[in-house]
């Protein structure tokens, strides 16, 4: 196979809107990039189209994420994509440090790992085995260090950021100009926009948690108004989804909590409800089998933890638990960036799911944005 070059690589799937693939022609097969833009742009799915161009370069290509669930849809985006000889490995990044220094890799004391010094090592190992080099992709590239970016300067062929700094939910995250510097200065930044995955509707109530950046492009795309709805209790809120589950056969419902205690009680109400689709649930504490591999494609229920739902679409979203935030300010940076990420992972329909006797203060002064039930 002939590795192709900057002036001739490859436009491979054509279904792409026209900005995404200008975005992909506006990228050079060499050098470093970050490029950003709003939830519902195609991030991921311009991750994993970048990575297959730069595969087919003839050097070993890696696409990361933090999380493992998205790591698993990147996965399965990719087989739909990669090209024969060229192969493309979805990795975390937790996967890609113990296969390239060792699962002895140094560690700091809160448990992430040290990059100073591994930044040490790769330095120390510069020039050897060029060819294995890889081209690294990064989706999500907002919930990971400044040191990370530092380290993978050195230890890889190019690195390619896909990343939207209203984001970030990890307590060990970047922003776009962190990431930019760590790069080095002939870092290049691209723009991407437009909101492919959201109604119109669903996007304008997660305006107002947006906490920074500039205003994105309103979808075309209308629907129907999005739910405050207050639930009785678990057996409540489990008949409801379940209900939606059988209206809707052939959506993905999306069942976002803050707490896998709520998690697991609600599997237990889905599993004895005879769903049509069992329903499926993630827990990153599983290492491997039913609550660690999901299939994120078929219909049906998924129940995922908030800090897992970065980079997943549904058709409908269920925010379950929405009454865990009413101790939090409502004007928290960190809390309006929740909601932003969550509400931005619905498609079709949105629901805000809370109990208790009073309406958590931060679902108050919505009227016009939601229907209240």
Not at 89 to 117: M, S
Not at 325 to 350: F, N, Q
Request: charged residues 20%; hydrophobic residues 40%.
């Amino acid at each position: 196979m002939t590795p192709v070059t900057t002036a001739n690589a490859p436009v491979l799937h054509p279904d792409l809107t026209p900005p995404q693939r200008d975005c992909l022609d506006t990228l050079p097969l060499t050098g470093n990039h970050v490029v950003s833009g709003p939830p519902g742009s195609g991030k991921s799915l311009l991750a994993a189209h970048r990575a297959v161009h730069l595969a087919l370069t003839g050097r070993p290509t890696l696409l990361l994420s933090r999380s493992n669930l998205l790591r698993q849809l990147l996965r399965d985006t990719l087989q739909g994509l990669t090209v024969p000889g060229a192969p493309v490995e979805a990795v975390t990044v937790h996967g890609w440090i113990q296969r390239r220094f060792g699962h002895d890799a140094p560690r700091t004391e809160d448990g992430w790992f040290d990059w100073t010094a591994l930044t040490h090592r790769a330095a120390a190992s510069l020039g050897e085995d060029d060819a294995a080099t890889p081209h690294l992709v990064v989706d999500e590239g907002q919930d990971l260090p400044p040191g990370f970016y530092r380290l993978v300067r050195l230890a890889a062929a190019s690195v390619t950021v896909f990343a939207d700094e209203c984001q970030r939910l990890t307590e060990t995250n970047s922003t776009l100009t962190e990431i930019t510097d760590a790069l080095g200065r002939s870092t290049s930044r691209v723009e991407i926009a437009g909101n492919h995955r959201n109604t119109r509707e669903i996007a304008s109530l997660a305006e107002h948690f947006r906490t920074g950046g500039p205003r994105p492009d309103m979808p075309v795309r209308s629907g129907s108004l999005p739910v405050v709805r207050h639930y009785s209790g678990n057996q409540d809120l489990a008949d409801d989804i379940a209900t939606m589950a059988a209206r809707q056969p052939r959506h993905r419902i999306g069942v976002i909590v803050s707490s896998l205690q709520t998690a697991a009680d609600l599997m237990r109400r889905l599993e004895r409800a005879g769903l049509a689709q069992e329903p499926q649930l993630y827990s990153s504490a599983a290492s491997a089998g039913r609550y660690r591999d999901l299939d994120l494609v078929r219909p049906g229920v998924v129940l995922v933890h908030r800090a897992s739902a970065k980079g997943l679409d549904f058709d409908t979203v269920v925010i379950a638990d929405a009454e865990s935030d009413s101790v939090t300010d409502p004007t928290s940076a960190t809390l309006r960036m929740a909601y932003y990420v969550m509400i931005t992972r619905a498609r079709e329909r949105l629901v805000l799911g809370w109990q208790g006797s009073r309406l958590p203060r931060h679902l108050e002064g919505l009227h016009g944005w939601v229907h209240v039930r």
